[in-house]
T-cell receptor, first 114, second 108 residues
Framework: DTGVSQNPRHKITKRGQNVTFRCDPI?????LYWYRQTLGQGPEFLTYFQNEAQLEKSRLLSDRFSAERPKGSFSTLEIQRTEQGDSAMYLC????????????FGQGTRLTVV | KNEVEQSPQNLTAQEGEFITINCSYSVGISALHWLQQHPGGGIVSLFMLSSGKKKHGRLIATINIQEKHSSLHITASHPRDSAVYICAASPSGSRLTFGEGTQLTVNP
């Protein structure tokens, strides 16, 4: 296992388009998190899954954002009708509740909305 | 007031210096994390601690639960230590609440 994998690494899209990001967590990790980080700021929590259940969503996650984790493995984060303010680094992390491990982060997907 | 605050925001040091980054938090936690972020975005977990002190190589992390304060120390700093260091609190053992990060630059 090579760690948490995120795809794509970079995405440039026109305003109004939909985008989807994928996160493949460490295989035995049952917890998966999405965070968003804008330039010069620390990451902000977006949403959290335990297995396939989405247990918590930030109020930052507007109706244009949706996340899924079918079968409790990989997760997708979709942004509909992108806005320039959505430009940010989207980070995925996973951890194991059973083993109480620290969170392991992917390299992130950098979204630029033009 | 942020739930997790770090100081300083920016830190410049000469190679070999001893470095301290501080973190204060206002929430109850099950664990406190120190993370390192290099340009390009990747985040690496350095420490997860809930009490006392941990050491890994030249890095030392301490936490005082009563004072809700943690410190990250780097001994014999090196230019390759240049990165953003982020403190994050885990209030319920699940999601992390992050500080804004400390940009460390170590000059040769």
């Amino acid at each position: 296992d090579t760690g948490v994998s995120q795809n794509p690494r970079h995405k440039i899209t026109k305003r109004g388009q939909n985008v989807t990001f994928r996160c493949d967590p460490i295989s035995e990790h049952n917890r998966l998190y999405w965070y968003r980080q804008t330039l010069g700021q620390g990451p902000e929590f977006l949403t959290y899954f335990q297995n396939e259940a989405q247990l918590e969503k930030s109020r930052l996650l507007s109706d244009r954002f949706s996340a899924e984790r079918p079968k409790g493995s990989f997760s997708t984060l979709e942004i509909q009708r992108t806005e320039q303010g959505d430009s940010a680094m989207y980070l995925c992390a996973s951890s194991s509740r059973v083993k109480n491990t620290e969170a392991f982060f992917g390299q992130g997907t950098r979204l630029t909305v033009v | 007031k942020n739930e997790v605050e770090q100081s300083p925001q920016n830190l410049t040091a000469q190679e070999g210096e001893f470095i301290t980054i501080n973190c204060s938090y206002s929430v109850g936690i099950s664990a406190l994390h120190w993370l390192q972020q290099h340009p390009g975005g990747g985040i690496v977990s350095l420490f997860m601690l809930s009490s006392g002190k941990k050491k890994h190589g030249r890095l030392i992390a301490t936490i005082n639960i009563q004072e809700k304060h943690s410190s990250l120390h780097i001994t014999a700093s090196h230019p390759r230590d240049s990165a953003v260091y982020i403190c994050a609190a885990s209030p319920s053992g699940s999601r992390l609440t992050f500080g804004e990060g400390t940009q460390l630059t170590v000059n040769p």
